[in-house]
């Protein structure tokens, strides 16, 4: 049996138990923009790890700076930050200084065929991992679904290469935005397709969240291979690799 | 005179199929026509895979199989095609100006199997 997860950014019972019961969600992460957050005022209890997002500014740097402040504050075991930027300088900037643990709207920074290979070396080597997220897709107009799709191909090639850590979110903002992670996997799937992986080549990327959580130091939990998880009778161990 | 009776294909040159079942999800939950659901999956289907999905993958909604109070409809395509057809789904956002939510309840062989596990067992 498998565990998806998902990323989104609202809080609502009504959303987190649907994600919960019907769309089997073992781990949930919820987005959150620094500037709203207050550690008092929001509760977490629901989530397995929490993401500051911060988005491309003339002044990103110093909050970035501020939202690891403001995350060692707050009591929970996975946490990180997340830099949603369309420009490559910046994205690379921050990868380079090691400033972030994960970068969103790759595919849309690129130049049409001018993919950099150098960054996702980076990220490679600085732990950082690449976020798809679906919202934006959704969003976008017909000619930049293609631009998307087309580099986010490209983008996964070089990853699959350098082996960086690949997801991709929901990122929903109500619960009409919701998608059932097991469909979202196909999002990859469409493209891992074109580039000759079959279905159970691409099952590595199925299994995205456990590395994204190994990353953030939920070492308790997981276990390299088998996948042992706390509170539960039934230890999971056909999960293999 | 003598009358022309259509030979069945033997099993083996037939094509396989997967039943793809579907759960949708409206605002102030109303419920959706069947033709509508129809109408919007071959328009979308049209924009995402183009007329050769269509057209290789045998996609077929099954008016028969639609389950208005459960808001569940069956579809069948190819074995091959079936994680094309939830990424179409994923990408229907509205029918008639009205926020849809589409997931996939699960993928069977057959029609009797498809009830038994999940349209029988599923809540209203």
């Given at each position: ?132 997220n679906f919202k934006t897709f959704t969003s976008l ?101 | ?53 269509i057209a290789n993958s045998n996609l077929n909604i ?63």
């Amino acid at each position: 049996m498998r565990w998806y997860g998902d990323i989104i950014r609202f809080f609502d019972d009504k959303g987190k138990e649907l994600l919960r019961r019907n769309f089997s969600v073992k781990y949930l992460g919820l987005a959150v923009d620094y500037k709203n957050f207050n550690d008092k005022e929001f509760d977490v209890s629901g989530f397995d790890f929490l993401m500051l997002y911060v988005e491309e500014d003339s002044n990103h740097l110093s909050k970035i700076k501020k939202s690891k402040k403001l995350l060692d504050k707050i009591s929970i075991d996975a946490k990180g930050i997340v830099l949603f930027s369309q420009k490559y300088e910046v994205l690379r900037n921050a990868v380079d200084k090691h400033l972030v643990d994960a970068i969103v709207d790759l595919p849309l920074s690129f130049e049409m065929f001018n993919i950099d290979e150098v960054l996702i070396k980076k990220a490679a080597e600085n732990n950082v991992s690449l976020i798809f997220n679906f919202k934006t897709f959704t969003s976008l107009s017909r000619q930049l679904k293609v631009k998307y799709l087309r580099n986010m191909r490209k983008i996964l090639q070089i990853a699959c290469k350098k082996d960086v850590k690949v997801l991709v979110g929901s990122f929903a903002e109500n619960f009409y935005e919701l998608r059932k992670p097991r469909d979202l996997s196909s999002f990859l799937y469409v493209t891992y397709r074109n580039l000759g992986f079959s279905l159970k080549g691409s099952s590595n990327n199925y299994y995205w969240f456990y590395d994204f959580l190994k990353k953030m130091n939920m070492k308790e939990r997981i276990y390299p291979g088998y996948y042992v998880f706390k509170g539960e009778e039934n230890a999971q161990t056909d999960i293999k690799r | 005179m003598f009358l022309k009776v259509r030979k069945m294909l033997k099993p083996t040159l037939r094509d396989k199929r997967r039943y793809v079942i579907i759960k949708y999800l409206c605002e102030r939950d109303e419920k959706l026509d069947i033709e509508d659901l129809i109408s919007t999956l071959w328009k979308k289907s049209y924009e995402y895979g183009g007329y050769s999905f269509i057209a290789n993958s045998n996609l077929n909604i099954l008016k028969d199989l639609y389950f208005k109070d459960k808001n569940i409809f069956v579809v069948n395509v190819k074995p091959e095609y079936v994680e094309d057809l939830r990424f179409i789904l994923m990408n229907i956002t509205s029918i008639r100006d009205k926020r849809v939510l589409m997931y996939v309840i699960g993928v069977s062989g057959t029609i009797k199997s498809a009830r038994r596990k999940y349209i029988e067992g599923s809540e209203d």
